[in-house]
């Protein structure tokens, strides 16, 4: 004889897989991941990359010397001369990115702060620097002073090992929130249709007449939803895998980046799918099994989408450690082990407290919503 | 035996101000049914029949009294209970995305027939109804007469000993409510129990032992069509029922 946990699960499986929405849910969901990497890496590429011809036209108010002529050349600025208010006509029509004014020897940098004038301010920068350089070279050998001893009379060296590439810490971190963001909406339909949806349908009058014990039903339906969650998750992370690869080939942003996971990484990363998939199953059949309908499960499930992933954000922001405390977090404790798992610094022990923390809390979960599921209180609530 | 005894429901309503009222869906129901009997629960609606039968299902809780079932109780035997009763309303959904052949070896397994017998007991039910040519189609596809047949096979595949059908036949053609009447007659001759609700007192009077009438949740009479007829003097029990409304009779 087979168990009636067994044969409730088994009824669902198949009736998820055989229903269109739960398996788009679960399979094309994953597939936004490489849309996002891709995109994600293609504009960074483009803020790190501006092609120079945008913003190398550089507006003055004063004929330059030759020398300045050749520095100017040197730092491939394309200069324009004109008087001070036409300049300041041409720069409010965007015609040229900056413009420099000159009285007496005070040269005053003027632009509007944004992105382009910040990158032309560091290209006038880098002229006039080198102009002021030129001129305090040319005045101390004239005044027969060697200018190497005035001029380099500290030395400044920089022994700063180059951490992971900002860029490649970023996205992959968030890959695997993405990964976070598809397990939580692809579980939140299955769990309303397992419940709500059977509710509304009006088979769940059906089987609540089978002789099941509310246990078995409710175990049956989590089970499943954490089935299609895990399903989800790993397409999750195998797409992201991929597109980290394909990105690491188009995009100049991950040269010399490390972005393989060792064996015993992707192994970590797959518990934490599957830990994360279990704890969101069961909040969603909790949340969807006490709703009316269809409809309300769907209302009442939307903030969980939020909930879940606002922990997560927090930490990326005042960039928090992990420890044993916020081990034991839910939702935050994913994110955080997620990124130990990128930055290849991972704590067995704050992964076992991460376990035992979702334990508890689908423990306690479902003896709730089991001892509340009865069938008056399923069936006729409203 | 089933016996249902002194049973009361008490559901909460919304008034037109907004206030909750407690209100009696059924009250003081006692009924015993035996082996090979068929009784009728006749009334009209919203006279108690679904909110009792759910209970004798064990769909809902009554709010006192106690329903048994040889002996056994809900309260401390549901699943031994439920293996032993089928129940089906005019109201229950089947899993459409199954095929009927899918759906009742599903509820033979929840049912716990024996694995041995669940080809042979699929083929004997499909048969009687008459099932084979749809057997293996999707639920969602076929009409609503084979649909309902499902239905039934569905309750018929682990041989209970008490059938509670609620309204069972509304909605449904000439042809595929006489096959849930022959159906129900059939049980009977198998010494089967049946708890029978309809509001056509006709069909009641066809099938029905004896008869329990409901009124506004209490029984105003149960006996047999004829002791019914004779008592009102009237010749069916459409009559009747209304003589015993307007009498005012309410038998305890």
Known sequence: MKSNLYLVFKKEIREMFRDKKSLAMMLIIPFMIPLLVLGMSALFETQMHKDISQYNTIGINYEPTQIEKEIIEKYNINYVYDTKEQLEKKYKNNEINLYITKENNNYTINGVDNEITTLSAALAQNYLTTYKQYLQTEYLTNNQINSSDVINIITINQNITQEQNFFVNYMTVYAFLFIMMAITVSSTYPATDTTAGEKERGTLETLLTFPIKSKDIIIGKFLSVTISSIITGLISLILTIISLFIAKDMFSIYEDANIILSTSSIIYAIITIIAYSFLISGLCIAIASKSKSFKEAQSALTPLTFISLFPSLIAFMVNLDTNIIYALIPFLNYTMIFSDIVNENISILNIALMLLSTITIIIVVLKIIIKQYKSETVLFSN | ?252
């Not at chain 2, 407690?22 to 909110?51: H, M, Q, R, S, V």
């Not at chain 2, 040519?133 to 239905?151: A, C, D, M, P």
């Open chain 2, 1 to 252: 035996m089933l016996k249902v005894k002194q049973v009361d429901k008490k559901f909460i309503r919304i008034t037109k101000n907004g206030k909750k009222e407690e209100f009696y869906a059924d009250k003081n129901i006692n009924i015993e049914a035996k082996p090979g009997e068929i009784i009728g629960i006749l009334g009209p609606n919203g006279a108690g029949k679904t909110t009792l039968l759910r209970i004798i299902a064990g769909i809902l809780e009554p709010t006192n009294g106690t329903v048994e079932f040889d002996g056994l109780n809900y309260k401390e035997n549901e699943i031994e209970i439920k293996k032993n009763i089928a129940y089906l309303s005019g109201n229950t959904k089947i899993y459409n995305s199954l095929s009927p052949y899918e759906l009742l070896k599903m509820c033979c397994e929840f049912y716990q027939v024996n694995e041995n017998e669940i080809e042979n007991r699929i083929k004997e039910v499909a048969k009687v109804l008459e099932m084979e040519k749809f057997l293996y189609n999707k639920i969602e596809k076929l009409s609503t007469g084979q649909t309902q047949r499902v239905n039934i096979a569905r309750c018929l595949v682990h041989n209970p000993n008490y059938y509670i059908f609620d309204e069972a036949t509304s909605g449904l053609d000439i042809i595929s409510s006489q096959i849930i009447l022959d159906f129900i007659k059939q049980e009977k001759q198998k010494g089967k129990t049946i708890l029978y609700s309809t509001h056509y007192m006709e069909e009641a009077e066809n099938i029905c032992d004896k008869v329990v009438m409901i009124n506004k949740g209490k029984i105003i009479k149960q006996a047999t069509a004829e002791e019914i007829k004779k008592e009102t003097k009237t010749t069916n029990l459409r009559d009747a029922f209304f003589s015993l409304i307007g009498s005012g009779t309410d038998e305890k």
